[in-house]
């Protein structure tokens, strides 16, 4: 299994815009495409940021599924119409996470 780390940091006075956006629309597209979102979290320090956990069978499975989310027509409208005022991520960073030891991840 494949673990991902995506934070986004939203692009200034576009927080609420960006969750609500992740929250109404991201979810619900991710399992048509093969991502298994495992967690969302946000910062109890950092109001600009969300932080979200997805598991992918493998690295092939996870470059596929996300090349499929980011050409998927309706995700292209959702994400153009709600950044006709300009982008709403500033930032975001991936971590890709392998288990460094068999049998040691809690279910």
Avoid: C
């Amino acid at each position: 299994m494949i673990y991902e780390i995506r934070v986004y940091e939203a692009s200034d006075g576009q927080a609420d815009a960006m969750k609500a956006r992740f929250k109404n629309e991201v979810v619900k597209r991710f399992p048509g495409h093969g991502i298994e979102l495992l967690g969302v979290f946000e910062s109890a320090t950092e109001a600009s940021r969300l932080t979200y956990l997805t598991r992918f069978k493998s690295e092939d499975d996870r470059t596929k599924a996300w090349a499929a989310f980011g050409a998927d027509p309706e995700w292209r409208a959702i994400k153009a119409a709600t950044e006709v005022n300009g982008p709403l991520l500033k930032n975001q960073t991936v971590s890709v996470l392998s288990p460094a030891v068999a049998g040691l991840l809690l279910a």
